[in-house]
């Protein structure tokens, strides 16, 4: 359900929020915690190997 | 008014209603947004769920998950029957085709508690309270109906499934279902996560039925028999007034304020609104260079955990930032939940091609804010 996931740093150079885009045409920024329900599913999808999350550009 | 009491029923007013447990003094409905008033993200309009293996969010707090695409059309109000006295909107679900299903598939609505809302009904534990669940429904298909209540730990689940019968057709039923507490030893959450979900079945297969009746273990929605909206084309089924509470009687609809019900969904999603549509300026803050800076502002709740930010559309040019000293909207090419977000306070870092000037004050602005809303989620 996640396509284009990839992670943006922060000021400090650290990873800060993954964004991706939906497939009903909308876009989430998603914060790296471990409680939030985006977070949770799209870590899943990479755990379950179907999705990979590109790295900070 | 006057009130008989007895050692069943409670307390029985002259309109024959009951309370029968001190619980029913306070508040006492778990389900928020029961009456189906609070629609954020689709303002009363239709939402048609086209990604299998996901939840969509219809009105607040009121989610829906399939493993098929485009079953149901989901609307506030849909189908503008006369709601039942006392109520004003309803959430509607009408089938768009006739599907047979599979034993894998499972197509619901449900919605998560959160388990700080029910920690006290020691569920888990030999204390477990008895709760109540009460509801109007109407259908254009009769017989009996199932849904369920499912909790769990993080990782696996407990259910009850319960069924309730429709006898008239395009008839506003009410329904009531008393379900004993949970005495099975397990480790429901009580905390900022996911505590207790009420469930009501559209369409599942053999995989997601049980016996109705007892609580089990793993996660069940269904029972065998009971009617799949999903297998009739165009059969509807239709909700309001949801309320489930402790003890063994359901007890009036407990209607809340306008402002506090929109603020008890707000913890779980906040769309900033206002009276510019066009070009309407959901958030301000500065520059911090000259193609980069960042806007943000405060919740007006505490969110349940950090939210994530999503944007009715991935074209991003459809936002934009504006800057009062110069009087140019310039459009957006990223934006991201900045890192010092919380569940108070937001930021948001956004991208131009062009327009900055370090430590200028900017706004992030979008085209429509219906078209082209935004809005922050942390739902369960």
Redesign the interface.
């Known amino acids: 359900m996640y396509t284009n996931a990839q992670y943006v740093n922060g000021f400090d150079g650290k990873p800060m929020c993954i964004n991706a885009d939906l497939p009903n045409g909308q876009f989430i920024s998603i914060p790296l915690d471990p409680a939030n329900t985006d977070y949770i599913n799209i870590m899943k999808l990479v755990q379950e190997g179907q999705l990979t999350i590109a790295p900070a550009s | 008014m006057s009130f008989s009491i007895n050692g069943t029923t409670g307390i029985t007013f002259n309109d024959s209603t009951n309370m029968a447990t001190a619980a029913s003094l306070g508040p006492r409905n778990r389900i928020i947004n029961g009456n189906m008033l609070i629609d954020q993200r689709n303002s009363g309009a239709s939402v048609t769920a086209?990604?299998t293996?996901?939840t969509t969010y219809t009105i607040d707090r009121w989610s829906y998950y399939t493993t098929q695409a485009s079953k149901f059309t989901i609307q506030q109000n849909a189908g503008s029957v006369t709601p039942p006295s006392g109520f004003n909107k309803y959430l509607g679900f009408t089938s768009s085709s006739s599907y047979t299903v599979t034993s894998t598939d499972l197509i619901t609505t449900l919605q998560w508690i959160e388990g700080y809302n029910v920690a006290d009904l020691n569920f888990g534990t030999a204390n477990a309270k008895t709760i109540t669940l009460s509801f109007w429904a109407y259908s254009s298909l009769t017989g009996t109906f199932a849904g369920s209540v499912i909790g769990t730990n993080g990782s696996t689940f407990r259910s009850y499934v319960f069924t309730f019968s429709i006898a008239s057709a395009n008839t506003w039923t009410y329904i009531t279902v008393t379900i004993p507490g949970d005495t099975t030893t397990f480790s429901y959450n009580t905390t900022?996560?996911q505590g207790l979900a009420l469930s009501f079945n559209l369409g599942c297969g053999s995989n997601y039925q049980t016996t109705a009746g007892s609580w089990t273990s793993s996660n069940y929605y269904s029972t065998s028999g009971a009617q799949n909206i999903v297998s009739t084309n165009g059969a509807t089924f239709y909700i309001t007034g949801v309320q489930l509470e402790v003890g063994s009687v359901a007890t009036p609809y407990q209607f809340n304020t306008y402002s506090d019900q929109l603020a008890q969904c707000q913890r779980y999603c906040f769309r900033p609104t206002g009276t510019s549509n066009v070009n309407f300026l959901s958030s301000s803050g500065s520059w911090t260079g000259t193609v980069v800076g960042f806007a943000s502002g405060s919740f007006p709740v505490p969110m349940?955990?950090?939210?994530?930010?999503?944007?009715?559309?991935?074209t991003?040019s459809n936002y934009a930032v504006y800057t009062p000293s110069t009087s140019i909207f310039n459009p957006v090419t990223?934006?991201?939940?900045?890192?010092v977000?919380g569940t108070f306070n937001y930021a948001?870092?956004f991208g131009t091609a062009s327009g900055g000037t370090a430590g200028t004050g900017a706004y992030l602005a979008q085209n429509s804010q219906t078209t082209y809303g935004l809005y922050w989620?942390?739902?369960?």
Not at chain 2, 304 to 314: E, G, H, N
Not at chain 2, 377 to 380: K, R, T
């Open positions: 086209s990604t293996g996901a900022n996560g349940r955990a950090l939210p994530s930010l999503t944007t009715d559309s991935s991003l990223s934006l991201s939940v900045n890192g977000t948001i870092t989620s942390a739902e369960l």
